[in-house]
């Protein structure tokens, strides 16, 4: 099961996404959370978005309705280099610098899980002294995948 959307804040583009691929991994104690989504309407920039949390610990007994992963070690804290996890990663054309994200676990069915997803990059249209943080918001279903089968930037 793969549906949902994603709504994009930031200055001047007020702009529903919707998903269109990804997944998610609980394997090994772990949590693995990959998305991307395009616009609704083809002239809004960016043209995509794609999002992964990569590594969260998973508690004892594994996903449940409610939990709350959260992280910001993003490109510009590990450097693209460190194994330390959990990390999160954001690409809008560009691999972002500077990322923040939560998912919150809304449902589970045994094969797929509805999200809450919170999250915060750089600002994906400017890139001088206009620039302002952009807000990202969005529900979702994501499916289990192998985590061979998500985008993890390496």
Request: with cysteine; charged share 20%.
């Amino acid at each position: 099961m793969l549906e949902g959307a994603l709504h994009l804040d930031c200055r001047d583009v007020h702009a529903a996404f919707r998903v269109v691929d990804g997944g998610f991994c609980a394997d090994e104690g772990r949590l693995t959370v990959s998305l991307e989504a395009r616009p609704v309407d083809p002239k809004v920039w960016p043209p995509r978005a794609l999002f992964c949390l990569e590594g969260a610990p998973l508690a004892a007994g594994g996903l449940c309705q409610g939990a709350r992963f959260h992280c910001n070690y993003s490109a510009r804290l590990h450097q693209w280099s460190s194994l330390q996890l959990p990390k999160v990663h954001g690409y809008f054309t560009f691999h972002a610098m500077d990322v923040e994200l939560a998912f919150v676990v809304a449902a589970l069915q045994p094969d797929a899980v509805m999200f809450h997803f919170d999250g915060t990059s750089e600002d994906p249209n400017y890139y001088d002294d206009r620039a302002r943080p952009a807000h990202w918001r969005g529900e979702f279903w994501l499916p289990r995948r192998a985590c061979d089968e998500l985008w993890i930037p390496s």
